[in-house]
Every structure is written in structure tokens, then in C-alpha cells.
């Protein structure tokens, strides 16, 4: 086989990893009027899922609420979950910033995760997926980014061109590291917290 065609194939190969398990995401948009005020008088009157509500993200100085898309029920909705910023360290992200979305699994307490990663003219690009792990006591979100691996067999031929070429998926759920620590509403409803000081 020709140095252009394999090439070609690997190529094509990374365009599939690329595109691998991407969902039909909401656009971006802003939700006007947050602040920690009304997020508090949010979380207070509404029924919440155990995913709901402010989250912290210490290692980049965020606070944000995770709160329901308004057609969660939707049979079509790819989305359940919508992550709105409330305060920030960066200031390109503003008070409203829908910054990412999470879906429901079959599994308990186990999510899909997009975060975008960039931001252009003031709107979020390039969303990756993650996997999110809600903890039992509900405090924690513990996230790990999908990763791909392309391994390449220089001795394989076609026709047989799985044995030259795979996809391997290193699955996210067996390690976890990084993610958000829960905020509000707290786990006894008096306010305490286990993890953190008391934001709100």
C-alpha cells in the first residue's frame, strides 16, 4: 500500500474520531437576570433533580447553576440538563453564559457532559464531551473527558484493514480526577455543607 494511502485512511480515521458520539447540541445562548440572588430564589421554589443546582468549579474560579432545559421532556431533546454561569474569574464569560449541557444515561448518577472550549465573538464553540459521575452523598460531580486512541499496525494490509487500523475508546468512567463541588441547595437543607464554605 502506497505512504497516500495510508495517509487517506488515517485521515478518514480521525475525521470518524472527531465526529464520534457528537450530539445535536441547543445552540449557545445568555439567561438574563442571573445573579446569586436569583439562583438562590430559584433553587428555594422549585422542585430540583438531585443534579440540580449552584455548583463550584474551584480550579477556574466558576459558580454556576445546573438547571433544567426547558424541553427536557421532550422525546427528541438530546439535552436534559443546561450549565448557566453565575460568576466567573474569566471575564469573557458573562452572568447567563450557557456554557454547557449534560444528558441523562441509563445508568443512576451517570451523565454525558459538554463543555465548550473556546469562545468567539462572545458565543461558545467547539463543545467536547465528557463523562460526569454525581457522587452518593449528591456534593460532588466528578468529570473525566473522553479520550480516543488511534492504534496503527504498520505491518497490516488491506483488505484486512482492521487488523492495520483501530479505534480504540478509553472509556472515561474507569478513572476520575477533576469536577464540581455542590454548593446550593445544601445536602440537609440548613445550609451545611460538606465539602465547602457556605456560598449562598
Known amino acids: 500500500m502506497s505512504k497516500r494511502a ?23 445562548c445568555v439567561v438574563e437576570g442571573v445573579t446569586r440572588q436569583s439562583v438562590k430564589e430559584y433553587c428555594d421554589t422549585t422542585a430540583l433533580d438531585a443534579i440540580e443546582g449552584v455548583w463550584s468549579y ?6 454556576m447553576l445546573i438547571t433544567k432545559v ?15 454561569v453565575i460568576e466567573s474569574a474569566d471575564q469573557s464569560l458573562r452572568p447567563g453564559q450557557v456554557i454547557g449541557y449534560l444528558a441523562m444515561t441509563p445508568e ?12 468567539s465573538r462572545r458565543i461558545p464553540v467547539r463543545p467536547e464531551e465528557c463523562h460526569a459521575t454525581l457522587s452518593d452523598d449528591r456534593c460532588g460531580l466528578a468529570i473525566v473527558a473522553k479520550q480516543y486512541k488511534l492504534k496503527i ?48
Open 70 to 84: 426547558a424541553d427536557a421532556a421532550d422525546i427528541d431533546s438530546s439535552v436534559h440538563y443546561r450549565i448557566v
Open 6 to 28: 495510508v495517509l487517506s485512511i488515517v485521515s478518514a480515521m480521525l475525521i470518524v474520531i472527531a465526529t464520534y458520539g457528537k450530539a445535536a447540541l441547543p445552540k449557545p
Open 108 to 119: 443512576v448518577g451517570q451523565f454525558r457532559l459538554w463543555m465548550y472550549t473556546d469562545i
Open 153 to 200: 499496525n504498520p505491518f497490516g494490509l488491506l483488505p484486512n484493514f482492521w487488523r492495520m487500523a483501530r479505534i480504540q475508546t478509553i472509556d472515561p468512567a474507569t478513572k476520575t480526577s477533576k469536577g464540581f463541588i455542590k454548593v446550593y441547595p445544601s445536602y440537609d437543607g440548613n445550609g451545611s455543607q460538606r465539602r465547602t464554605p457556605r456560598y449562598l
Open 58 to 63: 474551584p480550579d477556574d474560579g466558576m459558580l
